[in-house]
């Protein structure tokens, strides 16, 4: 791997570690505010909404500039969030802002992979950037508990700091410490080297008004998004990773309530149970990154379905001893899955529109597919929804429509041998 690549996992490695703890961290402020049990869920659709609303113009601005100095900006506006939460404002407000860093964050990431290493190294790179990021999940969840608990916040509020005067609870004290970690991740950012890729500026016409260039922008990315659907590999990568993603953002606060309620779990304890799955997504993840080969695939979907079916076996389990290696499995089977498809969509995405875009067109779905099922289930837990429920509910989800997928790409194959056969061909020739 080339020097670069280690300073993006860096970068990313930091950046994602704050971004897990502050979640940790929000629930325990709206908890300490006496919220409501839907606005703790409605953090994980909060953070997806800048991602759905801003997805036509942040991949256009990551390939139009230099990707280091796009993600050192993202992490900017993350610190601007924190403060916002610090200094008073509605915790789902700053939540947000600080989702509209990560938005901007991501196509830029991933984009300097495909830039920076041939297509024959995109299992591996994701292997190991999923697998890092999995280890800041592990790390992050963990930490945000800690970071609440009462001997670290009690150390933390011993300090008298001129100018946070505010500071005077445990997520407050926690949210200064997540700062810092953004402005680690920050000066990484400053550090990744620049690329030889060309620069794709936004597309302006001074004859046209900033409404007509808006409207142009809006178009592009639509259309971008209409070509990766329509590609008989892309759609099935996509629609993989979309589902994945939409259910695993969901699936860590579901933990943390379902954790309260099935082993009378405290925050603190619950958080740990998050980075339980995600260490066995990192393992799985690397496994793949060493196994899986990119012209094969399509073959790990029917490893979702058996997630899906896994999920549901959680409402059964209530002795910490069966669900620790249980969620290590689960978490094992997703990562193992999510990987090679993550590659296969990057590669394609690349050959039809460019990094930054196809990676804001996949953030577009699977960010979609976050804020609807986190819609829909803060308003289901407004209504007495339980846990128990919302898991059954999402392991149904899981195991129906990963079947579905598996028939929609037999149907491909079935239909559209030929056109698949010179897709799969390019994926092991194009470096």
């Known amino acids: 791997m080339k020097r670069g690549f280690y300073t993006i996992m860096s970068a ?18 709206l908890r300490a505010k006496d919220g409501p049990e839907w606005t703790r869920a409605a953090l994980v659709p909060m953070f997806a909404l800048f991602y759905v609303i801003l997805a036509p113009f942040v991949g256009a601005l990551a390939d139009s500039r230099p990707k280091g100095q796009v993600m050192f900006a993202s992490n900017a506006v993350k610190v601007l969030g924190c403060l916002m939460m610090l200094f008073g404002a509605y915790p789902l407000a ?17 984009g300097l992979l495909t830039e920076l290493l041939p297509t024959s ?9 999923e697998g890092l990021t999995i280890a800041s999940i592990i790390l992050g969840v963990v930490l945000g508990g800690q970071l609440v608990g009462a001997d670290i916040s009690n150390f933390l509020l011993s300090f008298d700091l001129p100018g946070f005067e505010t500071v005077d609870t445990p997520p407050e004290a926690a949210i200064c410490v997540l700062i810092f970690i953004y ?8 550090q990744i080297p620049l690329t030889l890729a060309v620069m794709r500026p936004f597309k302006q016409n001074p004859a046209h008004t900033n409404i007509t260039n808006l409207i142009e ?38 933990v943390l309530a379902w954790s309260a309620v099935a082993l009378s779990y ?9 980075g339980v799955v995600a260490i066995g997504t990192a393992v799985g993840a690397l496994i793949a990154s060493m196994k899986a080969r990119l012209d ?45 498809m993550n590659a296969l969509l990057q590669h394609r995405g690349h050959h039809l529109m460019g990094a930054g875009r196809s990676i804001a067109v996949q953030n577009f779905n699977e960010q979609v597919c ?30 129906l429509t990963m079947w579905l997928i598996y028939r929609w790409h037999a149907f491909n194959h079935a239909h559209h041998r030929h056109e698949l056969a010179t897709l799969i061909v390019s994926t092991r020739h194009d470096d």
């Open 266 to 274: 405290t925050t603190v304890q619950a958080a740990s149970l998050v």
């Open 94 to 110: 700053a939540y947000a802002v600080v989702g509209l860093g990560a938005a901007a964050y991501s196509p830029a990431k991933y």
């Open 121 to 129: 190294q995109l299992v591996k790179a994701n292997g190991w950037i």
């Open 12 to 29: 990313q490695f930091f950046s994602s570690l704050a971004d897990n703890a502050l979640f940790v961290v929000a629930v325990e402020l």
């Open 183 to 190: 402005g680690l991740a920050a000066w990484f950012n400053r």
């Open 370 to 399: 976050i804020l609807t099922l986190g819609g829909l289930y803060a308003y289901s837990t407004s209504l007495g929804l339980s846990a128990f429920g919302a898991i059954s509910c999402f392991g149904l989800l899981v195991t």
């Open 296 to 340: 094969h695939a399509p073959q790990v979907i029917p490893l979702g379905i058996l997630m899906g079916l896994l999920v549901l076996g959680m409402n059964f389990i209530t002795n910490v001893w069966v669900v620790i290696p249980f969620l290590i499995l689960l978490g094992g089977l997703g990562g193992y899955m999510v990987v090679p």
């Open 217 to 254: 922008l809006i178009n592009d990315f639509w259309s971008c998004n209409t070509r990766l659907w329509k590609d008989k590999l892309g759609q099935i990568s996509l629609s993989t990773t979309t589902l994945f993603w939409g259910v695993s953002g969901n699936l860590r606060y579901i």
